[in-house]
């Protein structure tokens, strides 16, 4: 809905709105890139990115979702003291902060969503919607029935059993098996763990699969943004707590 750009800049507690006027008079507002001083000027928000003084107006920058293919050795932060790459810095041609929707470890390559809305992140993560996640685990060895038995039926890590997963043999290389496991929990290092309390520990871990979202053949280090049909299964996700 397109609002009068005063009224907006009130509306999230930058000023009143005859203060708000003074701001677009005085040029210190911008539009989607623009210096506006016109006060009728018309907004949407979400849709147009408005800036005072060059900061963003919380609420108003345009959302964005993007699904990126993490490569190993590289950490889901912003920042890292140590100067290790980070999901932050593949992710810096676009210029809004966008955050990770929970965390892939810094061996774990794969699907990682990171968005700028910020409601929508802390819902998919909420453990109430128990969105799943699919990982292909390469693990040491020939995993017997009653190792799988014990994945699906659930593993108790800190003094708590994991909720039940889907896991099938995806292949074997010669000594190793690829697993594909579907756990709808995010606990720290969850899959490796639970692959090692079974007495196979994990080579190498990749995230093929979030909810509805797949990372298909999404090369390392490159992202791309959600298709409209993509967003509306993921909300989906979230808006009736049906299960990704
Ligand atoms: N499980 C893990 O062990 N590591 C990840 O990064 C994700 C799930």
Known sequence: MAERLHVVLAGAGIASRREAEKLIREGRVKVNGKVVRRLGTQVVCGQDAIRVDNRPVRGSEPKVTIVLNKPK??????????????TAGLVNKIKTRLFPVGRL?????????????????H?????????SKTYRAKVKGL??????????????LDGRRTAPAQVRIAGTT????????TIREGRNRQVRRMCAVVGHSVMKLKRIRYGPIRLGNL??????????REMKELRKCVNEGTLG
């Not at 470890?105 to 992140?121: F, S």
């Not at 819902?123 to 969105?131: A, D, F, K, M, T």
């Not at 010669?174 to 496991?181: A, H």
């Not at 090369?219 to 409209?228: D, E």
């Open 123 to 131: 819902q998919l993560q909420h453990p109430r919607y128990g969105i």
């Open 143 to 156: 995993p017997a029935r009653e190792a799988l038995g014990r994945l699906r039926s659930g593993i108790v």
């Open 105 to 121: 470890d810094y061996h774990t390559e794969g699907l990682l969503i990171l968005t700028n809305d910020g409601e929508l992140g």
């Open 174 to 181: 010669g000594t190793n098996t690829w697993l594909e496991i």
């Open 219 to 228: 090369n390392p280090g490159s992202y791309r943004t959600l298709t409209a």
């Open 73 to 86: 050795r590289v950490l889901t932060t912003s920042r890292d003291p140590r100067g290790r790459p980070t």
